[in-house]
Structures are given as C-alpha cells and as structure tokens.
C-alpha cells in the first residue's frame, strides 16, 4: 500500500462502524446496506470466552469478502456471476461453532509451514526439531494449533488509493507465535492483510519475522465453487506449471521435479478438472485426485522472494461464467481437488459438503522443503522478511 494517500487505522476498542450486528449471514446483509469499505459485527464466543468478529470488506461494484480474526479464516467470498447475481463462492459454515470443531483448513491461514513437512523432523543449523505428526506419519499445515486455530489481533483500515490505484479496504492482521510453538524454534510476528479493491480483486500480504532460524511457509486455504454448489469437477483449470512434484503415499515430495507433459497434470492448456481425475496413475491413487505441489513458471530466482506476480491459475466455471485467477509471488501452487470432502461435514445453509465439492489454490514454497535440499529454501532468519503476496482476481465471461 505504499501509494495510498489515506489510510485511517481503527483500534478495535473504539469507533469502529457496526453496520452489522447481530446479522447470522454477513455477506448477505452487507449487499443491503450503503457502500461503507469496512464493517464489522459479533461472530461468536470461543470455549475459553473470547469473543470473536467478524469483518466485512465491500468494494464499490458489491463484492464482499467476510473474515473473521479466528485463523485469519474467509468466511465468505460474494462475487457476480455472468447475469449479475451475486453468489458465496467460498466453502464455510453460518458459525463460529464450525470452525472450532476442526474442519479442513475452510478459509484459514496456515502456517507456520503450509503443507507437509515429513515425519513432523527437520534439522536447522545442526540442531533437529520435532514437530506435532497431525496427518498419518507427518506434520501438516502447522501442526495441532497452528496459524488457523489462534485469535489474531485486527486493525481495519480504509484506503483512499492504493497500489492498484482507487480506494479499498483492508483489513491487517497480526499474530505473535512464541518461541517453541507446535515445536518450531523462534518466536515469529506474523501479518497477513487483507485488500478488497474495487477491479473485484482480493490482495493478500504477508510480512513476517523472527528472532531466530524457523521454517515459514504461509498460505491461505480457500476452499473455492465458483457455481456455489455441487462438485467442481466441470470447472476448467489453467495451471501456469510445466512442472510438478511428486509424493510418495504419504503425500511427502520425493524431490524430483518432472515435466507434467503427457500425464493427468498437464493443465497448460485449460482443461476440465473432472478429465482425467480417476486416470490410472499412481500419483493420482496416492492422493486420491489431485493434491500436489506445481511448479510455477517465473524468470525469477525462487529464493529470492522476488515481488513479481505471476499468473499461478485461473479458473472458469462454464455454467455461471465466474473467472478466478490467481497470481502470486510464491514459486509453487498446491492444487487439492476437495478429495477427502465426504458428504459429513454439514457447511452453508444446512447443506453437506460432498465428494469435491471444492477445490484449493494454495500458493505457497513447496512441501517438505526443510528435508528437501534441493527445493527452494524456506528458512527465514533474523533481519529478514517473509514478504509475499497472493491475489485473488474475479471476472465473468
């Protein structure tokens, strides 16, 4: 945001526009309401008392995102189909009670490190590290309270330019994990913020420190539908990857880096994702669909934490028209095509979420790196700066 001419910062405790209180559907109430950038209201109570809000950022064409500062968690993403009707493209729950009761990643921040590390070891400078083994032998996504069961600190701030040009809303929010947290050494200042701007793009940023070597790898887990219901296997999928890394049967990368040309993980030319999904392939029967790491084609140096965005993937939902793209700083993008979703988790509405119902585009460093020497490095130190960005772009055609 360094071009922003204003940016007026609230403190939760004071004076902060309550649009709407004690509305059970955020998203919804927010498109009947006068253009305000930034609302807030009451999302519930956690078990040990702790009240937790919920943020509405709305942009000037009617777009909404709602996020609450439990996880860091997107909650709702309202954006226009083809004919102008606004829908909730994001997988979720109507309360807090949802997300408490650990359900996959929906809309969280995770972290410290994204994705899989193996057999929850690394070694760091001559010292090994055991961290919480939460997904069969591994460690996944941060372990058992990571990033996305915490209460993050929020400013909410209204922007009258921004980089992009025009005015947004943002939302910046910040978590301090201490040292030794879920095992990982250092105590780590963590700050993802959220810009709603008014070209129906949602900017994701994140800047994190630490006083000592620690893995970090952030992301943020969406689970997407761009026709809001049903399976997602008829959206058609770009992937800017001629390269990805396969697993072994824990779904750990082997380390190689092999051309996706000629296999069912050749999305450079957009294809449904529903194609070729139960190919015979033991990478597929490994993580049964999609669940892999792809490597994005950039000019740039990986480890360099370059600030150049590429086009990661872009999406079209052919019966709404929606268009999600999404760009990124980060080397990799892990696409899950909803494989362990089971019709047992009742989500929006009263409704179950099926067998792929979903799917996510995490961008992010790739899994096991510190096991991984030949992957990009994903060790910050102190006097760095973990400094990368997301952006989730919507359209129609």
Same mark, same amino acid.
């Given at each position: 945001m360094k071009n922003a001419a204003r940016a007026t910062s609230f403190a939760l405790a004071g004076g902060l526009v309550v649009l709407l209180a004690?509305?059970?559907?955020?998203?919804?109430?927010?498109?009947? *309401?006068? $253009?305000?950038? $930034?609302a807030s209201a009451p999302f519930g109570v956690l078990p040990d008392g702790r009240a937790v809000t919920a943020y509405t950022l709305r942009n000037a064409g009617g777009m909404v995102v709602v996020a609450i500062d439990y996880g860091a968690i997107i909650t709702h993403l309202r954006v226009p189909d083809a004919a102008g009707e606004f829908?909730? *493209? /994001?997988? +979720? !729950?109507?309360?807090?009670?949802?997300? *408490?009761?650990? %359900? %996959?990643? !929906? +809309? /969280? *921040? $995770?972290?410290?490190?994204?994705?899989? @590390?193996?057999? +929850?070891? !690394?070694t760091l400078d001559g010292t090994e590290y055991e961290l919480a083994t939460n997904n069969g032998p591994n460690h996944l996504h941060g372990g058992v309270v990571g990033f996305d069961k915490v209460l993050w600190a929020v400013e909410v701030i209204e922007l009258d330019d921004n980089d992009e040009g025009g005015p947004a809303g943002a939302l910046r929010m910040t978590y301090v994990s201490p040292d030794g947290d879920e095992g990982y050494p250092g105590t780590v200042t963590a700050q993802v913020t959220y810009t709603l701007r008014d070209d129906n793009a949602l900017a994701i940023d994140y800047a994190i420190t630490t006083d000592a070597p620690t893995p970090v790898n952030v992301t943020q887990h969406t689970y997407f539908n761009l026709a809001t219901s049903g399976d997602v296997l008829a959206h058609e999928l770009t992937l800017n990857a001629d390269h990805y890394t396969?697993?072994?049967?824990?779904? @750990?990368?082997? +380390?190689?880096i092999v051309p996706v040309a000629d296999t069912p993980f050749d999305f450079t030319i957009a294809k449904p994702i529903g194609r070729e999904i139960s190919a015979d392939n033991e990478q597929l029967a490994f993580g049964g669909g999609y669940d892999h790491n792809f490597v994005l084609n950039r000019d740039v140096d990986a480890d360099a934490m370059d600030r150049a965005l590429v086009l990661a993937a872009k999406v079209f939902d052919p019966g709404s028209g929606r268009v999600l793209e999404v760009l990124t700083t980060e080397p990799g993008v892990q696409f899950y095509s909803g494989n362990f979703l089971d019709g047992t988790i009742t989500g929006k509405n009263g409704g179950p979420y099926e067998h792929r119902s979903g799917f996510c585009l995490e961008t992010q460093h790739y899994p096991d790196s510190p096991n991984q020497p030949s992957f990009p490095s994903t060790i910050l130190r102190p006097g760095e700066v973990y400094d990368s960005r997301t952006v989730f772009r919507f359209s129609v055609r």
């Open positions: 004690a509305c059970a559907d955020p998203a919804q109430e927010a498109t009947n *309401v006068a $253009v305000e950038r $930034v829908g909730d *493209v /994001a997988l +979720g !729950f109507d309360s807090l009670d949802g997300y *408490v009761a650990d %359900p %996959p990643y !929906f +809309g /969280a *921040v $995770v972290g410290r490190y994204g994705n899989r @590390i193996a057999a +929850g070891r !690394f396969p697993v072994d049967s824990t779904l @750990i990368p082997t +380390g190689e």
